[in-house]
């Protein structure tokens, strides 16, 4: 079977499958036909490819040719006018968010699978590229945050006189904030962090840093360890807390999302403003509309003196390694679809295939994208 990997749009660093992936293919009977040029931004070359056994081809050849296609970002129009019914497309299309999308891929025969729809068990740990992203995405946005500071991170009892260590807030503490606090303390900074969910109190209090609690959270087990939106009375509360250590901190670094909907607002305009003159914001739940009111997703603004910045794709700024980990992801995932022989082979029983395939046969078959299409078309319109 052939498997295409396509060359991402022009502000993807990241590629799909490296050189060093391609043996593992080969392995399982899957040959790989990339794109010219699709790993140049990840410091891959078109010669290391073919060396490693790849065949480098044109777009146009990989979209008619390919039985499963690679790509981390949906596809063009373009592409799609080309793409084969039944052919399988595997990558981040982030579903809940692009129902029409989806809806057409779905009406074009196109199977889909969406990595970050993969359900977070421990079975399916190795496959999770939201992990490996995110991990990369809390790591890279305390860097960041550092680069811009104007100050130290760590304390120094110096000659000339005493540096306080910087006061890093972590609003949310999933993978990318987890990741934020141990980034942080390792350079040395006093770290404070909020959850809305209080199973995360113990992870932030061993990586060393203080957990703020607010009473009265909505329980979020029963959807499956992600946050669910909070009452009234919790958000007032909650923003009160807030207020008081975003005015304390040099840096806030909000991660805060819920799956399929809108970010909270955490940080009002007026807790920015409460901020010192030179402090950071980064904010990686941009993407999904950011957790202060200011952020402008994909750039840095400034507000009264306080950067803030809307980072949707920090794991795109270590391109190696995020693609490395990204091709990890996919190679653990494929043998839930293809056989020892390089045959595709859908079974639909398996958890991890059916939480991750959002069409298939025609139709979208994705449960939470299929009621969200529902719910969003017009009435009477066909379904
Ligand atoms: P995420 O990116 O969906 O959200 C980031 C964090 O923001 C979460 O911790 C969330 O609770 C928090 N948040 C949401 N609304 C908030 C609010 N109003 N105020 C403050 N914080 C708020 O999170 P994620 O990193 O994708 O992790 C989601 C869940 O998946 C977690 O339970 C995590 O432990 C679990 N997980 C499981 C696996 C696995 O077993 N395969 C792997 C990774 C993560």
Known sequence: MIIGVLKEPEHETRVAVLPEHIAA????????????????????????????????????????AADILLSIHLLTTADLAIVRPGTV??????????????????????????????????????????????????????????????????????????IPPARVLILGAGVAGLQAIATAKRLGAVVEVFDTRPAVKEEVMSLGARFVEVEGAADAAAAGG?????????????????????????????TAQIPGKKAPLLVSTAMVESMRAGSVIIDIAAATGGNTPLTQNDATIEHQGVRIVGASNLAGTLPSDASKLYGKNILN????????????????ADDIVKGSCITHGGEL??????SLATS????GAAQ
């Open 376 to 379: 969003q078309l017009p009435v």
């Open 226 to 254: 992600y946050a669910v939106e909070q009452s009234q009375d919790f958000q007032q509360r909650q923003q009160a807390r807030i207020a008081e250590s975003v005015a304390k901190a040099d840096i806030v670094i909000t």
């Open 333 to 348: 995932f494929l043998p839930l679809v293809t056989t020892a022989e390089g045959q595709l082979n859908l079974n639909f």
């Open 365 to 370: 078959i994705h449960d939470k994208t299929k």
């Open 25 to 64: 293919y080969q392995k399982r009977n899957l040959s790989i036909r990339i794109e010219a040029g699709a790993g140049s931004a990840a410091w891959a070359s078109d010669a290391a490819y073919t060396a490693a056994g790849a065949t480098v081809s044109s777009r146009t050849d990989i979209l008619a």
């Open 89 to 162: 497309l595997l990558g981040v299309f982030q579903p809940l968010y692009h129902i029409t999308a989806m809806a057409e891929l779905a009406a074009k025969g196109i199977t889909v699978f969406s990595m970050d729809m993969i359900p977070r068990t421990t079975r399916a740990q190795s496959m999770d590229v939201l992990s490996s992203q995110a991990n990369i995405a809390g790591y890279k946005a305390v860097l960041l945050a550092a680069g811009l500071l104007p100050h130290y991170f760590p304390m120094f009892m110096t000659a000339a006189g005493s």
